[in-house]
């Protein structure tokens, strides 16, 4: 069963609001964690080690660095 | 079938002891040293200032000085010590052991003695051989201490690393008990990932900080249940739980993986930095004089780092 970016998207910024406590509406597909969220590089992991309880999708350390926005943690999910 | 000697049966820490350097280095001091801030440093570690070794530090010499201070703690005379364990992973001289002129230093005649290599686990799973030896009489009283120099194998031009490790020493006394005061210890390793912690050149410590901190904050907690389990203590019994002081969030990740909310738990990496094996006797010294560990307390340790190896077990606070 595939989500709908829209159902990741909503599922992130629950993730986001969890370990930061950022607003999930200000999760936006364009954001970029670092830049725009103000999410630093051991964030990143907590939200990695959190997308994949939720969505069942393993995003791998050296893989983490190359997913810069919010839309990237989509499309790797749903690729 | 061979003689074997009658034992105890139970053992438990009589004292502590610690030692720190004098020489405080502030996050201030090393943001005229490094690119880095104190901001970042406290965000991202939960170190505000940690001890470094002046030139009058050895492995040896905080070896002998915070073993002193658990040895004179304990009531015992050092004639009383058999064995004495030094864990330590960054001695320079390999050869001789560290152990052994620590003893002598301390006036200690004859004991066992030798050196333990299990990175900043290295006191847990000392503490784990100490409580045994005493438990089936290969020893009556050991003397269990980790002492760390980091900063001799730390890059001071390298801000990821330079900002976290620090300087100092810890011990502790095991002895022969009527009853356990010393859960049994649990340990394990994962040399799959040898190279997530290690010497970069052979002379610099170097860490892949995500990976480290996705194995740290995912995996440990378990082994901090098992041992609480395997000593029959349930999470709401314990006073503190006190981990290796690798990273503040590392520490509070764990923590409230464990389901002890009322446990108090160790954040000496504040002011202490991490001291590698050094850490959790350090932070259990500390907290005990700080009076936050009151006697008879049911205290979890856990170590982990560098193989990887991990290790943690139940401890009575004497």
């Not at chain 2, 001799?152 to 031009?157: A, F, G, N, Q, S």
């Not at chain 2, 394990?188 to 002379?203: N, Q, T, W």
């Amino acid at each position: 069963m595939a989500l709908s970016e829209q159902e990741i998207l909503a599922g992130l910024g629950e993730i986001v609001e969890e370990i930061v406590g950022t607003e999930p509406s200000d999760v936006t597909p364009e954001k970029s964690f670092v830049d725009d969220l103000d999410i630093d590089s051991l964030s990143m992991v907590e939200i990695a080690v959190a997308a994949q309880d939720k969505f069942g999708v393993e995003i791998p350390d050296d893989q983490l660095k190359d997913l810069k926005t919010v839309q990237d943690v989509i499309n790797f999910i749903q690729k | 079938m061979f003689k074997v000697p009658s034992a105890p049966g139970g053992a438990a820490i009589l004292s502590f002891g610690e030692y720190q350097p004098s020489q405080v280095v502030t996050n201030a001091d090393l943001e005229a040293r490094v690119d880095t801030t104190d901001e970042w440093i406290q965000s991202r570690v939960g170190i505000r200032e940690r001890r470094i070794a002046g030139p009058e530090d050895t492995v040896a010499s905080m070896a002998v000085a915070a073993g002193g201070k658990a040895l004179a703690a304990s009531g015992l005379s050092p004639e009383d010590i058999d064995l004495v364990i030094v864990a330590t992973c960054t001695v320079q001289d390999q050869i001789p052991n560290t152990a052994a002129t620590v003893a002598t230093r301390l006036g200690i005649v004859a004991p066992g003695a030798f050196d333990l290599n299990a990175a900043c686990a290295g006191f847990v799973y000392a503490l784990g051989l100490a409580s045994d030896s005493v438990r089936v009489g290969s020893a009556r009283n050991v003397l269990v201490i980790g002492s760390e120099k980091l900063s001799d194998w730390v890059d001071w031009e390298d801000r990821s690393t330079c900002v976290i490790f620090a300087d100092g020493a810890g011990a502790a006394v095991v002895s022969a008990s009527e009853d356990h005061g010393i859960g049994p210890v649990v340990w394990g390793s994962s040399g799959d990932r040898a190279d997530k912690i290690y010497l970069r050149e052979g002379k610099y410590l170097y860490q892949e900080g995500q990976a480290v901190f996705r194995w740290t904050t995912t995996e440990l907690y378990k082994v901090a249940l098992e041992a609480l389990e395997r000593a029959g203590v349930e999470p709401s019994e314990l006073t503190a739980f006190v981990p290796h002081q690798a990273n503040l969030r590392i520490v509070e990740s764990i923590a409230r993986k464990l389901g002890a909310p009322q446990a108090l738990v160790a954040r000496d990496i504040v002011t202490a930095g991490n001291t590698s094996s050094a850490s959790v006797p350090l932070a259990l010294s500390r907290m005990i004089e700080r009076g936050e560990l009151p006697s008879g307390s049911t205290v979890l340790t856990l170590g982990f780092g560098a193989g990887l190896v991990y290790a943690a077990q139940v401890i009575r606070i004497p």
